[in-house]
């Protein structure tokens, strides 16, 4: 049976989860959670440092049967995946979980809520991150519905810029959950919410002309495939948009919901 790669530090019973290689293609959250699990820390909370998908990262693929963060559902699928999914559920529950991913899209590091979980509201706004994203209704059975869990998207895959905002991230978290002494520097962040997937058009060559959580008004051609440019009909906020991240859209469409906190929790009441 496929297992979670979990180690645990600090005092007593872990209270708090760190998690990496959710996506066995996304080396930088493994990587920090592989360099902390054996640093020095002065921790003074509990911590489970967990590689979620081994298997998967030892592949080198996302996945090797489904997509794990998206085998969170009520609904139960088969597979190594969705086992992996029922022991990560159980570890996490009650505990507050920061899970960290890569991307194709998005050089800085936002965080990605679900509407559900308030309180992963109050704790992505303290993290060192311009933007907070909810995506409830998109992408559901994701690892935040499952509790007081944030993921955070910090940067381009594979590269070292990835894998040194994923330490940045992966400390401020453990210092704003009080696992860690100091306080995190938050950015007073920006809230959207992601819906509908903008769907991109077979081509031979795909180019992007917006950038991410860069308002698009309508009438605005916001990409082209081969050469021939793609309009908007309704104005939006592109979110996770890119030429190569995915085979069949390049995004999603977003809406600015608020520039604080306060107003933020005011929209999904």
């Not at 959950?177 to 306080?183: F, H, I, Y």
């Not at 769907?199 to 008004?217: C, L």
Request: hydrophobic share 40%; proline share 8%.
């Amino acid at each position: 049976m496929p297992s979670l790669d979990v180690t645990i530090r600090g005092p007593g019973e872990p209270e708090v989860v760190v998690v990496g290689g959710v996506h066995g293609d996304e080396p930088c959250g493994v990587r920090v959670v592989r360099r902390l699990r054996e640093a020095d820390l002065d921790l003074m909370r509990g911590v489970a440092f967990v590689v979620a998908n081994p298997a998967a990262v030892d592949a080198g693929v996302r996945y090797l049967d489904s997509d794990l963060n998206r085998a969170f559902a009520d609904t139960p699928v088969d597979g190594h995946e969705a086992k992996l999914a029922a022991q990560l559920r159980e570890l996490i529950q009650d505990r507050v979980t920061l899970s960290l991913h890569g991307t194709h899209s998005q050089p800085t590091p936002f965080a990605l809520v679900h509407r559900s979980h308030p309180r992963q509201f109050d704790l992505a706004a303290q993290l060192p991150v311009p933007y907070v994203v909810d995506h409830w209704g998109v992408n559901e059975g994701a690892m935040t519905s499952c509790g007081v869990s944030i993921d955070i998207e910090v940067g381009p895959q594979g590269t070292e810029q990835a894998a040194v905002a994923a330490e940045n991230q992966a400390y401020a978290f453990l210092k704003l959950v009080d696992a860690l002494p100091g306080e995190p520097s938050a950015t007073d962040p920006s809230f959207f919410h992601m819906a509908d997937p903008i769907r991109k058009p077979p081509g031979i060559s795909h180019e992007i002309f917006t950038e991410n959580f860069a308002y698009v008004p309508a009438g605005a051609a916001y990409a082209s495939v081969d050469g021939q440019k793609l309009i908007a009909d309704d104005p939006f906020h592109p979110i996770l948009m890119s030429e190569n991240g995915y085979s069949d859209i390049f995004g999603f469409r977003g809406t600015k919901i608020a520039e604080s906190l306060e107003k933020a929790k005011e929209t999904i009441v």
